[in-house]
């Protein structure tokens, strides 16, 4: 170590666990963006970028940003059309996918839209935060890049901001290092060991909260309150629509005791959010979708709260 914001030992040790359990070659960030914002470092001046309609706000943001000054042309399309997002891939640089896609679940047919970014000569990025690596590794599907917000189920406790992206090729792990060394955006020593302590449990969290989802997600599908039901079968992530609208869901998001109305996920306590309340939420998100991040709590607790609290927007 020549400088503190080179490395440390406690992020080699962090990026030798993320490395093998994605199956690559690790490097933290001080947080999710921060290792968004290096992998777009790496698109070619001007480049098509293919993206979600759809994606984590932080990152929609930037890429259309970067798109209004110039610095890319982005394409945007539903990443479960697999159709267009094939012939998107025509004449692009990148194909930046995120699958299940925040908040609205769409999930990727990941390796035919990535054998088309190949065919093209584009690289692939996946966001694999909301699967994670225990039900999902997306560099064995062919993926250049993974991203991480080890923010989220990672780390698993909520208490800290981190990053990762995760190589194969060697070339793109030492732009991706260089990156990091000269933007500043190294994580935290401390960050990065309480980031080990949490992954210690990742796999029995992710069994528990995805336990949870598929039970509770199969109740709410039969409640009068509900209008629609978002899981793709796996992971810990789900959204419900209202179908009393957006101030329903609010009371809905106001009434429950045991999960928390906040942002964030992939903690061990549940969390729900109306995403709309925030005004840069994207519009393609309906007004009265709720997101519900699954913790480890006892699946009949999460059941019996949130239904009492669906009981006050029943529909007359
Ligand atoms: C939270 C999140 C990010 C951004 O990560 P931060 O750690 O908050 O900077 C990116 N993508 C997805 C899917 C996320 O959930």
Not at 96 to 113: F, G, I, K, R
């Amino acid at each position: 170590m020549e400088y503190a914001r080179y490395d440390s030992p406690t992020s080699h040790a962090l990026e030798e666990v993320i490395g093998g359990l994605e199956g690559g070659q690790a490097t933290v960030f001080a947080s999710g963006m921060a290792a968004a914002n290096a992998a777009m470092d790496l698109i070619p001046m001007g480049a098509v970028v293919v993206a979600p309609s759809t994606a984590y706000t932080g990152v929609a943001l930037r890429l259309r940003e970067l798109d209004g000054v110039g610095r890319i042309q982005l394409r945007v399309v539903d990443v479960d059309d697999t159709t267009t997002v094939v012939a998107a891939c025509s004449g692009a640089q990148m194909l930046w996918l995120e699958s299940p896609t925040n908040p609205l679940m769409q999930v990727a047919d990941l390796p035919t839209c990535i054998r088309a970014a190949h065919a093209n000569g584009a690289l692939a990025l996946v966001d694999n935060t909301f699967a994670t690596p225990i039900l999902q590794r997306p560099l064995s599907q062919g993926a250049d890049i993974i991203m991480h917000s080890v923010t989220k189920a990672l780390s698993g406790h909520s208490d800290l901001l981190l990053g990762a992206l995760v190589s194969t090729d060697d070339a793109i792990t030492e732009q991706i290092r260089t990156r990091r060394v000269l933007l500043g955006a190294l994580p935290s020593a401390f960050d990065c060991y309480l980031a080990l302590r949490g992954i210690r449990t990742l796999a029995l969290r992710v069994d528990r909260a995805q336990t949870n989802a598929k039970v509770v997600t199969a109740l709410l599908s039969e409640h009068a309150a509900v209008s629609k039901v978002r899981y793709p079968g796996f992971g810990t992530m789900a959204a419900i629509e209202i179908a009393q609208g957006a101030d329903a869901a609010d009371v809905v998001c106001a009434n429950t005791k045991l999960w928390a109305y906040a942002t964030s996920l992939g903690g061990v306590e549940s969390l729900l959010e109306r995403r709309r309340r925030w005004p840069l939420e994207s519009e393609t998100v309906p007004p009265d979708l709720i997101r519900l991040s699954f913790g480890i709590e006892n699946a009949d607790d999460l059941w019996l709260d949130l239904s009492q609290a669906l009981n006050l927007v029943l529909p007359n």
